[in-house]
């Protein structure tokens, strides 16, 4: 009966979109507050049905009702309680209801917290959002109904792919789709913004808020799937420009440009097309990394679906949500107004340099991803595009935007002074200097392209420092004073710093782990010891365990280093009956910001027995995670500033009282 009401609550769901998107309209273009207020109603009523299908859906998977085809082909009855939820999302359909319930979420958090926003504007965000989310809602309720019955249930279910069942994994999904679908309301205001034909300062302090939470939370939920994929498959990276990887990649960079470009727009009320056509952009990419995980064109853990009528489907979505936007924004773009002109050297032509870097890379990323898959189906030759070919293409431009990136923030608007700017960050240039010769010359001899990155790693830290201490006049005045100063300067400054921060660490993390790990792999018996880097991993044991719905053989290393004996590490490899499937647990010992990381591999017969064990060492591997967590964190620093929650001000207010009262 729960699954009955959850088809229900989908089905009204998707009326109720469609109501959000009649009703929102027809209230912009009679300027009926009724009609406005119902289509804000109905935004509400949308997510109210769509999450009660989404948690029918997990009662299905948590009580293992196995009537229900999707809970029968992605859980089983034996898997912790913690795993069975996480399946809710863990198939094809169950991650598209998820999708669902985030995007009308999104428009309800429109309806609700967007009471500062214009009479003619707000309904025609929130009919936009309607109009993607009734899409959405149809093709996951006529397409892809996650409460399909079963004629005939079975006893038991197929279980959920076992290198799925992770903690991290658990709680990747639901981030990574907050922050994918957050983007729909930047889309949303873009399209409302090219109806209305104004795109102005206040357009701009309207759209940061709701850019800053996707970019936050996407930040979050592609910095957890890098986590789980660097301890969970036991390949002993963290990334490796995989498709699905630059799905989620994509959106973030076009969401990184926008928040850069919507301040230009904001301050100077300049570059509003470039603006609007991110906003358009970032939404786009994530809608076609949805098509790409969910289609069948690409085949990962990470992917879902392998149905191509569904993947057509999913194609059209996107075709017709992409297209009527960027259709709109041909038509339109040409009247909005270019806004105050600025110097080449101001801070506004340093976030346009550093837009040019982020757009080039994006083109790189989408040339590399796409290609393949496009080249594969007009000949049907199968190629792949790796590392080298993003490290020569993306690696630069990156590299340049790195080096510019500290110069902005002490740039005057309109027009700025480069030297000044130069002898301020002086500090900065010799400290990364330094380092990096230092580095090249004692810690990594002859490596000159991992030093060019801690350079710029150290570049960024120092260069991010620097523009606090100088709003602070640390140096100038007294102690006292700069504290003042810098516990009175504003959370979006705070944000802005730490999220620059946090972009040097990651650098740095990448960088020497990159550079300098060390892998050492050897089939040991019990007694034998492997050397890797500094330490010497003795086995002492194997033994069998059992799981709540594994088996397992674990191992048992023991460490020495350079200080003496350092514990124990166990690794194991599981077996899961029901997958047939066995995977790798691997062993974390963390020394300070670096990772000794082990795996055990399968047991080799003949003689004596042994069993493969590679090891790593990977220096500075905990900077590459906890770098883009500091950038999460800034970002969310920056959204609770009070100048950017409320909207567009008293002044934008008093302007726009005419419009309002119309």
């Not at 996407?218 to 890098?226: D, K």
């Not at 350092?566 to 899961?576: Q, S, V």
């Amino acid at each position: 009966m729960i699954a009955e009401l959850g088809a229900f609550a989908l089905l009204l769901a998707f009326v109720l979109s469609l109501a959000q998107f009649g009703l929102s309209a027809a209230g912009r273009i009679r300027r009926d507050a009724g009609l406005r207020g119902a289509g804000e109603g109905a935004s509400v009523g949308a997510f109210i049905a769509s999450a009660t299908a989404f948690f029918a859906l997990m009662y299905a998977f948590v009580t293992s009702d196995f009537s229900v085809s999707n809970v029968a082909a992605n859980s089983h009855s034996d898997q912790p309680l913690l795993y069975r939820v996480a399946a809710t999302w863990g198939s094809h359909e169950g991650s598209m209801l998820l999708w669902c319930m985030a995007l009308s979420g999104f428009g309800m958090a429109v309806a609700v917290f967007g009471k500062g926003l214009p009479t003619t504007l707000k309904p025609l965000v929130l009919a936009s959002q309607g109009a993607l989310g009734g899409l959405f809602m149809a093709y996951t309720a006529f397409a892809s109904n996650p409460f399909v019955r079963l004629a005939t249930p079975p006893v038991e279910g197929a279980a959920l792919n076992p290198i799925l069942q992770d903690p991290f994994m658990a709680i990747h999904p639901p981030f990574l789709y907050t922050g994918y679908v957050g983007f729909s309301v930047v889309f949303s205001f873009a399209v409302a913004a090219l109806i209305e034909g104004r795109v102005d300062a206040a357009w701009a302090r309207w759209v940061r808020p709701w850019t800053l939470a996707a970019w936050s939370f996407l930040t979050v939920g592609i910095t957890l799937g890098s986590f789980w994929a660097y301890y969970e498959l036991g390949w002993g990276g963290w990334w490796f420009w995989d498709p699905v990887e630059n799905a989620s990649f994509m959106p973030w960079l076009a969401g990184t440009a926008l928040l850069h470009s919507a301040i230009v727009t904001e301050k100077r009320g300049a570059l509003p097309g470039w603006t609007v056509f991110l906003a358009l952009t970032a939404f786009t990419f994530s809608m076609l990394g949805a098509f790409l995980v969910r289609s069948g064109v690409l085949t990962s853990v990470h992917a879902f679906a392998v149905d191509p009528t569904r993947g057509v489907l999913l194609l059209t979505i996107l075709g017709i949500a992409a297209g009527s936007g960027f259709a709109l924004f041909a038509w339109r773009a040409p009247s909005l107004k270019a806004g105050g002109l600025f110097a080449p050297i101001s801070r506004e032509g340093a976030l346009v340099v550093n837009n040019l870097f982020l757009a080039g890379a994006l083109a790189t990323v989408a040339l590399g991803t796409l290609y393949p898959l496009i080249r594969q189906a007009m000949t049907g030759e199968a190629i792949s595009v790796g590392a080298p070919f993003f490290a020569l293409t993306f690696g630069p431009l990156m590299a340049l935007c790195l080096l510019v990136l500290p110069f902005g923030p002490l740039l005057s608007w309109k027009r700025g002074d480069l030297l000044g700017a130069a002898q301020r960050l002086f500090v900065a240039a010799g400290a990364s200097l330094l380092v990096g010769l230092a580095w090249l010359l004692v810690v990594q001899p002859g490596k000159g392209f991992s030093a060019i990155g801690v350079v710029l790693g150290i570049w960024l830290v120092v260069g991010s420092l620097t523009e606090l201490f100088v709003r602070a006049r640390v140096g100038v005045v007294g102690s006292g004073e700069a504290w003042r100063r810098l516990t009175n300067l504003p959370r979006g400054t705070w944000g802005m710093t730490l999220a620059h921060i946090g972009l040097g660490v990651f650098v740095l993390g990448a960088v020497v782990e990159t550079s300098g790990r060390i892998e050492a792999a050897q089939a040991l018996t019990v007694g034998q010891s492997l050397q890797v880097g500094a330490y010497t991993l003795t086995l002492k044991g194997v033994e069998a365990v059992q799981g709540p719905n594994y088996t397992a053989d674990r191992g048992t290393l023991l460490v020495t280093g350079p200080h003496g004996p350092g514990g124990a590490m166990t690794p194991e490899r599981r077996f899961y009956p029901v997958n047939r499937q066995a995977t790798s647990q691997v062993a974390i010992d963390a020394k300070g910001p670096s990772d000794l990381y082990v795996v055990l591999g399968e047991q080799r017969t003949g003689g004596q027995p042994s069993w493969l064990i590679r090891a790593y060492w990977n220096p500075w591997a905990r900077l590459i995670f906890g770098g883009p967590l500091l950038m999460a964190l800034g970002g969310l620093i920056s959204l609770s500033d009070r100048r950017l929650r409320i909207a567009a001000g008293a002044r934008a207010r008093a302007r726009l009282a005419g419009e309002v009262a119309a």
